[in-house]
């Protein structure tokens, strides 16, 4: 185990000095204050920590909220739609439909419907989550091998043994490469969501130092915004390598 | 009274543009402790019959019962063994062979108990926390096995079981059929392709003929589970028999063997 966590560790160590000494050198062509070299950048973000970390967790809560809520709503829907043929039918045109949508198009509207709070923003991740997972369930359900569920059927399960021994378990290597692929895209969102009309949170601290031509701030704050994407996407590489441990066994 | 029986059982599958006619006024009685082979050729609904055996399927006329009573649904002391083992890759070794006894609602004590001692009974004990991904082919079978002797089945029922495995193990899985058979005294149907596995594993075999599927021939093999069965002068005459019989159900040709079989 601590043989692959020690590669890991030092490819993150090597990617993380190939990006900075292309930020330095990138910074050095380009020669101007909206671009700080990541000395001053990183130097900032020290110096901001007390003021940075408040709106690290003010963001981390209001993606893994809205995280929480779009999987655990999309999940049993997912799961039902792609074992049910008859519910599928009709719910299958309404999903494929409302999928393409651009659903961050919505946020003027929650915003107006929700307030100003955590409320929009939130709900527009889990919506956004909540349409990914929900056609990756579906098609993982659909795909659950027949044999499966016959053999387990023929040892007298019911209906919701067969979710629980196999449907779930046979969607979860997929919904977990949804989620982990849905981090950036949750990230983004919430950069925009909170970039409009916020008082808090990273994507408030980027653009209010961004207001104030303060660049090394701005960039203090990307910072912080990078390490949450990568500690949410690391966590749930390490929750799905946990659930899905039977993968990982070969003979 | 008979274990299994099948009385002018028909079955028809619609299909959205046509249907298919799987069985035919299927005519089978299988006693209790009584093993039985079922062979024929592809598309002669044998699997058809077990799944109607199973209970996963009602027949579209005719009745099947088992132990006396018609089959509704699927039945506590009969276990099904498909051709892929039905193993859960996410599920210990353990819990694969608890599974039939999880579904049942028995008790979480009772079930380690019964599965530790099937476990032990088809030498897996030592694979108990494993992943059904860590095991070989044989060792997978041995799971199915597990999971049907942990049900304390009365009725095992069995779609080519041994078909994906090479030939040396699956002659030593035949071995380990047969010495559950003979310790337990389940009733038992296999269906098969190997011919040589027909006659080593079946005190009857039960020829079928394709489309839509009945019995064509019944070839009777009292000395099915003797000793020294497989090198004796009846297996042989009766493995003979049986190609003959499949040869004029245009299932295999008079000159070759099965392909699938060891001789």
Not at chain 1, 36 to 49: D, L, N, S, V, Y
Request: neutral net charge.
């Amino acid at each position: 185990m601590t043989r692959p966590l020690l590669r890991k560790a030092l490819g993150y160590v090597g990617a993380l000095a190939a990006l900075l000494l292309a930020w330095a050198a990138l910074a050095w062509v380009v020669d101007s204050p909206a671009l700080p070299g990541p000395a001053i950048a990183i130097e900032t973000f020290f110096q901001q920590w007390p003021e940075i970390w408040p709106q690290i967790l003010v963001s981390a809560w209001r993606v893994l909220a809205a995280m929480a809520i779009g999987t655990v709503l999309a999940v049993p829907v997912g799961l039902w739609l792609g074992r049910s043929p008859r519910a599928d039918a009709i719910a299958a045109p309404i999903i494929f439909l409302t999928y393409p949508i651009p659903k961050v198009v919505f946020l003027p509207v929650l915003l107006v419907l929700l307030g100003l709070y955590d409320a929009p923003k939130i709900a527009l991740i889990a919506i956004i989550v909540f349409f990914q997972i929900l056609v990756t369930a579906h098609d993982a359900a659909k795909a659950v091998p027949e044999g499966s569920v016959l053999s387990v059927r023929s040892l007298g399960a019911k209906r919701l043994d067969i979710y629980r021994h196999v449907v779930v378990p046979a969607s979860m290597p997929d919904i977990f490469t949804a989620l982990r692929i849905g981090t950036g895209t949750a990230i983004a969102v919430l950069f925009l969501a909170e970039s409009i009309a916020e008082t808090n949170g990273l994507g408030y601290y980027i653009v209010d130092a961004w207001g104030r031509i303060d660049y090394p701030a701005m960039f203090a704050g990307i910072i912080a915004m990078a390490l949450l994407g990568v500690v949410l996407y690391e966590a749930l590489d390490a929750l799905e390598n946990w659930v899905t441990r039977w993968r990982k066994v070969t003979r | 009274m008979a274990a299994l029986e099948f009385d002018r059982v028909g079955v028809t599958y619609e299909g959205s543009d046509r249907s298919v006619r799987a069985l035919d006024a299927l005519e089978l009685h299988v006693a209790a402790g009584e093993p039985v082979s079922v062979i024929g050729p592809s598309g002669c609904g044998k699997s058809t019959l077990l799944l109607l055996a199973a209970g996963l399927l009602t027949p579209t006329e005719g009745t099947v019962s088992v132990a006396g009573a018609p089959v509704t649904g699927p039945r506590r002391e009969t276990a099904l063994i498909l051709q892929d083992f039905g193993l859960l890759p996410w599920k210990t070794v353990e819990a694969n062979a608890a599974l039939g006894l999880t579904v049942r609602g028995v008790a979480r004590r009772d079930t380690r108990e019964r599965a530790t001692a099937a476990l032990e009974r088809v030498g897996l004990a030592e694979f108990a926390r494993a992943y059904p991904g860590e095991l070989s082919g044989g060792m997978r079978q041995r799971l199915a096995l597990a999971r049907a002797v942990a049900l304390d089945a009365d009725l095992l029922l069995m779609d080519e079981p041994l078909s994906a495995l090479d030939a040396l193990t699956r002659e030593d899985l035949q071995d380990v059929l047969l010495d559950l058979w003979q310790r337990r005294g389940h009733a038992q149907v296999l269906v098969t392709h190997s011919i040589e596995e027909a006659v080593f594993l079946g005190r009857r075999v039960v020829v079928m003929s394709p489309r839509p599927g009945h019995v064509a021939a019944i070839v009777d093999n009292p000395r099915m589970g003797s000793d020294g069965f497989r090198a004796s002068e009846s297996y042989f005459d009766a493995v003979r028999e049986l190609r003959r019989m499949l040869a004029d159900e245009g299932a295999v040709s008079a000159a070759h063997g099965d392909g699938g079989g060891q001789a």
